[in-house]
């Protein structure tokens, strides 16, 4: 690693790219995997391969890599990384999931999704029938009711986010275009029983940055064309679920960013709850990654009747990459679980200088109680942080907490990666199982547990 890398958090260590494919079969286990996982863990990120400017590179950017960990039987099957490859080059690299059968690898600002064989080893572009031809989204939701996903896309190129419901098949159901003159960054959306959240915040697409790399003379991988905008009004929408993009009704939200929900759910008084992962900034002071502050979860309370937004911070720890067990998404919930940033999870006092070159770390798992506020962590051990975790219910679980959390591990010790499976409803205990990984996994983005029966 060069001086100019390590002055860059997002271009060392575990942020490093892995330059090869593995595949591992076999994989060592501490502790007895729950038979009940038949399935893939799979997660992906950005591994960027290309000539790199590894001073000004942004963590955003790279073709994406997808990580896999098959599970049956109580063994561990196999490991596999793969590059994404689309037909026609397309390398999403923000997030993988399974709908109607299909496993996709996904990004937002205009990239098209890209299906995976169940083995990783086939790929290929997919844009429904061509409704997709101007980009998907990073983050849309599953309906556990009814199957159907819903996304809210953007497109670095056009004025306009689009609403994108597909069927329980896979067949577009609905799709209507929502006035964004701002271009804003449209990460994460809320999913609730009768309504789509609409987030519009001070992040937009910024063409002057793509303009000055390009006359620079397009050094490395192009720089992440989104920067926080202090002329840009904070907002929240609600569309009506089905309904067409004029129907939206905005109101003004808390001034920050948010990339991530936790859930949003339909209250009796006709109010709507929206749990996210708030930050006071990004994109301002530092442009290579999320940095510029540290993220809170926050309720935040929509009331129409009243034309409010209120705020309510739920934790004083510090948490990204939220997570609710699938059959609560749009659905009142109590827990979520998430990856601690920080210093251990907590959130730094003011007298703390926030401004080194540690770039953006997690550590511990973190579990809140968003009713109490209350919260318990599992530490891995020295050396040792979680990436984003999944929650995988068991079978004929009888309580929101009923069931695992699976997650990759980074040891820094060894430089490897492991899949841990603890138990959701006790994750101060030891780990149920460690799947010893061959290789370490870079710290990228987005994980998910895709069982047998939803690829049938």
């Known amino acids: 690693m060069t001086a ?26 501490t502790g007895e995997l729950p038979r009940e996982l038949s399935g893939r863990y799979l997660r992906i990120g950005p591994n960027p391969v290309g000539n790199v400017d590894a001073a000004s590179h942004h963590w955003f950017m790279g073709e994406g890599m997808v990580h896999g960990v098959r599970l049956r039987d109580g063994r561990a099957e196999w490991y596999r990384n793969r590059f994404v490859r689309g037909d026609s080059g397309e390398s999403p690299n923000t997030n993988v999931l399974a709908h109607a059968g299909r496993i996709m690898a996904l990004v937002e600002a205009g990239g098209l999704p890209v299906t995976i064989a169940p083995d990783l080893n086939k790929m290929a572009t997919w844009d429904c029938d061509g409704l997709l031809k101007s980009g998907y989204a990073a983050h849309p939701k599953i309906d556990p ?14 004025p306009s986010l689009r609403y994108v419901v597909l069927d329980a098949t896979g067949a577009a159901k609905h799709v209507t275009d929502i006035a964004a003159p701002g271009r804003p960054m449209v990460h994460d959306m809320a999913l609730t029983q009768s309504r789509v959240v609409v987030l519009d915040l001070p992040v937009t697409v910024s063409m002057d940055m793509m303009s000055s790399w390009a006359a620079a003379g397009s050094v490395g991988y192009p ?37 991530h929900v936790l859930n949003g759910f339909d209250n009796p008084d006709g109010s709507v709850t929206v749990d996210v992962v708030r930050y006071d900034s990004v994109f301002r002071d530092e442009l290579r990654g999320p940095s510029d502050s540290l993220p809170v979860l926050a309720r935040w309370t929509v009331d129409p009747a009243r034309g409010t937004v209120t705020e309510q911070i739920v934790s004083d720890r510090s948490v990204e990459f939220p997570r609710v067990g699938p059959a609560l998404v749009g659905q009142p919930h109590r827990y979520g679980w998430f990856a601690g940033v920080g210093a251990d999870g907590l ?20 579990k809140i109680d968003t009713a109490t ?31 695992w959390i699976l997650s990759v591990v980074h040891d820094a010790t060894t430089d490897r990666g492991e899949l841990v499976v603890l138990d959701a409803g006790d994750i101060t205990a030891a780990p149920v199982a460690r799947v010893h990984l061959p290789r370490r996994v870079p710290f990228g983005f987005h994980g998910n547990w895709i069982s047998d029966d939803e690829l049938t």
């Not at 009704?249 to 948010?258: D, H, I, L, N, T």
Request: proline share 9%.
């Open 373 to 403: 506020g209350g919260t318990e962590l599992h530490h891995y051990g020295p050396g040792r942080v979680t990436m984003e975790p999944a929650f995988v219910a068991r079978p004929g679980a009888t309580g929101e907490d009923d069931g």
């Open 347 to 366: 959130v730094l006092s003011d007298d703390v200088d926030r401004s080194s070159d540690s770039g953006f770390e997690t550590g511990p798992l973190v």
């Open 223 to 259: 720089p992440l064309p989104m920067r926080w905008d202090d002329a840009h009004t904070s907002r929240i929408g609600l569309l009506p679920r089905g309904a067409t993009g004029d129907a939206v009704r905005w109101f003004e939200a808390p001034r920050c960013y948010v990339f």
């Open 145 to 158: 009711i009814t199957g159907e996903l819903h996304a809210i896309t953007y497109n670095v190129l056009s």
């Open 4 to 29: 100019t890398a390590a002055r860059n958090p997002y271009f060392r260590e575990n942020f490093l790219p892995v330059n090869d494919e593995v595949s591992a079969v076999d994989l060592p286990v």
